[in-house]
RNA sequence: GGAGGCGUGGUGUAGCUGGUCUAACAUACCUGCCUGUCACGCAGGAGAUCGCGGGUUCGAAUCCCGUCGCUUCCGCCA
């Protein structure tokens, strides 16, 4: 470059600087040639500026201006002049000034780009993520990334300002058994070995806390080779916290403040501490989700006490075999269409709901409510007018009602709840809506592998008052598992360690697994246990995901410089490739079904 | 593994109840004109065998089957 650059675009803002000379580089945006006056946007990271190129001021600057392309990269120095009055564009910061180009110095050519260097971009995403180095240079892109960083930043300082340290665990580990499937890395040195990568860093951060690191915590990289979603990448990125001589409350306090400093420092807004907690039995209960989005109420009514001597089969049958029957009430929508609540019955019969049945609640004059409902065939006028009064369903509202297993009652109600919130526009989008959800349970049974498995992992405390159930009644056994929940994603989730040998064993025996087992499995973790291991707990919260809801995004890629697609594909580099027979031979390998190699992503395939 | 949506010049879309579709519009691109534009304007031009394969038909962007890719969701994600 000839000339150094004395500014960034942005700090022109600054009228201070009017009758200066700058030196700025930058990409060439927008080009308006009207034969003798031509305009450029000038582009960096700081905003954009206007040049003017005048043949009176620099006919050499001017005649090179009228060459210059889309996203060519140029120095160009000249005086921050005052915009004639009439001329000043107030939609940009720079709007007031102009910067009289003097001389221009083309530092590279661009060929025409795939896409518009442009906000709120409307483009294939596969467009995007081939020539993400261009997507990147958008303002919305920039501006995510910059904010992510930011958030970064605010994170680390007010660990370290807690007295935390960051450590780097390993990224080739060994395959612990539970969890999502690994990402796996061959060994070379030692043949038919593996590594995995690390699903989170959760044993190394137990063993630092028998180390004595007290307060530890990392912005750590995970892999989990799980299907994707708009908040799921193969590879993403966890704030992960341990900290000892905790109980759950230290760990809650902590993060309420680390979140809200957080959001203080990048986005300016404030919101209210201690967030509201909620144990899961009263989540699943109110939302039917283990993760309740609260920015909205349609909370679900449970109306079993109204209909479970109705005689109407599909509720008191329902009942009677230990099953629910709860409702959630639709606001405004009594004059839905058959179709229409045909359509809300396909959402619950796809999470296992048999039906829906629906009142519509109108005005009968005189106050009078007129209730109308294919259940007026089964049901008495008062059971009816009960349904309404504990819903509290009024004029113009659509009672929607499900009968069934309690779970799927619940569940498919809860699904239905975040369907209409939606579809009503019932969301508020400019909240941030903070829950703590605790007290989940430590077992489920997994009806995959027909057995108990530990909800969170098996080194979660139970509740102390639960330890008499985990013999007798292990699947009623609640955790010391806290989750944060945002606007109904789950942000993070936690738990205090059991650092007690028999309460350990009586899980693992829960488990169903024997101490020989255990120790094959964990072996390094419990013996380091027997070495003085502190009582801790901690917590690992999702940091793309808090970058995404923080940014008002709506999928982690946006949050995410190089992103995969749902195929868990690279389009940018063609990852994953195939590999030589060279490399498979040296680390020990056989493809054994070529035919399946498909061809996404990589461009040298066939 | 399953369900829905999408796939047409560089980009975004229209066309999709089969026939002047010899594929339209906007924008980007090229050429020319233009001294206050800022999504500059005006005039002209080039650019797509409609994701791919097969079938139905005299005739397919359009109908059918398959397949690939992207995306949203379910399963899965200690």
């Known amino acids: 470059m000839q000339k150094k650059r004395t500014h960034m675009v942005g700090e022109l803002a600054d009228e201070a600087l009017i009758g200066k000379t700058v030196v700025l580089a930058g990409w060439v945006g927008r080009r308006r040639d009207l034969g003798g006056l031509v305009f450029i946007d000038l582009r960096d990271r700081s905003g954009i500026v206007q040049v003017v190129f005048n043949p009176e001021t620099s006919p050499l600057a001017h005649s090179a201006a009228e060459k210059l392309g889309s996203e060519d990269v140029v120095c160009v120095s000249g005086v921050v002049v005052r915009r004639p009055p009439g001329a000043r564009n107030l939609t940009i910061p720079t709007g007031k000034v102009d910067v009289a180009a003097e001389f221009l110095e083309v530092l590279s050519k661009s060929k025409t780009p795939p896409f518009y260097i442009t906000e709120n971009l409307d483009v294939d995403e596969t467009l995007r993520l081939k020539y993400r180095y261009l997507d990147l240079r958008r303002p919305d892109m920039q501006r995510n990334m910059i904010f992510r960083h930011r958030l970064t930043m605010a994170v680390r300082n007010f660990l370290d300002s807690q007295g935390f340290v960051e450590v780097e665990t390993p990224m080739f580990i060994k395959s612990t058994p539970e969890g999502a499937r690994d990402y796996v890395v061959p060994s070379r040195v030692n043949p038919g070995r593996f590594f995995a990568l690390p699903q989170s860093p959760q044993l190394f951060k137990q063993l630092l806390m028998v180390s004595g690191f007290d307060r530890y915590f990392q912005l750590a990289r995970c892999f989990r080779d799980e299907d994707l979603r708009a908040d799921r990448q193969p590879e993403f990125t966890q704030i992960d916290i341990e900290m000892s001589f905790v109980e759950r409350d230290d760990v809650l306090t902590l993060i309420e403040a680390m979140v809200t400093d957080c959001m203080e420092k990048t986005l300016g807004t404030s919101v209210e501490k201690p967030f509201l907690r909620m144990s899961y039995a009263e989540a699943m209960e109110r939302y039917g989700s283990d993760k309740p989005d609260i920015r909205f109420g349609m909370e ?307």
């Open 300 to 606: 679900i009514i449970d109306i079993g006490d109204i209909v479970k001597n109705c005689g109407f089969r599909v509720f008191q049958g329902a009942i009677e075999a230990g099953g629910k029957v709860a409702a959630i009430v639709a606001p405004g929508c009594s004059d839905f269409s058959r179709q229409q609540i045909k359509d809300l019955e396909e959402v619950v019969k796809g999470f296992g709901a048999a039906g829906l049945m629906s009142v519509a609640v109108s005005c009968g004059g005189e106050g009078e409510q007129t209730l109308s409902s294919q259940l007026s065939k089964f049901l008495t006028e008062d059971e009816l007018r009960g349904i309404a009064k504990v819903t509290a369903a009024e004029n113009g509202d659509l009672i929607l009602i499900v009968a069934g297993a309690r779970n799927v009652v619940l569940e498919s109600l809860g699904r239905l709840r975040l369907h209409l919130g939606a579809k009503l526009d019932l969301i508020p989008q400019d909240q941030m809506a903070f829950l703590w959800v605790t007290e989940f349970p430590l077992f489920e049974f997994s009806q995959e592998e027909q057995r108990i498995v530990a909800v969170h992992h098996p080194f979660t405390s139970p509740l102390e008052e639960d330890l008499d159930l985990m013999e007798t009644d292990p699947l009623s056994v609640r955790a010391n598992i806290y989750d944060l929940v945002l606007n109904g994603v789950e942000l993070g989730s936690g738990s205090i360690r059991i650092h007690r040998r028999d309460v350990q064993e009586r899980v693992f025996r829960a488990l169903g697994l024997g101490e020989e087992e255990a120790r094959e499995k964990f072996g390094f973790l419990l013996e380091a246990f027997e070495y003085g291991a502190p009582p801790h707990g901690g917590i690992a919260i999702g940091f793309d995901r808090l970058a995404m809801l923080f940014a008002g995004r709506k999928t982690i890629r946006d949050v995410i410089a190089f992103p995969k697609t749902q195929k868990a594909v690279c389009p940018l580099t063609g990852a994953p490739g195939v590999i030589s027979e060279e490399q498979l031979n040296e680390l020990h390998i056989q493809v054994v079904d070529m035919g399946k190699i498909g061809t996404s992503g990589d461009p040298e395939l066939p």
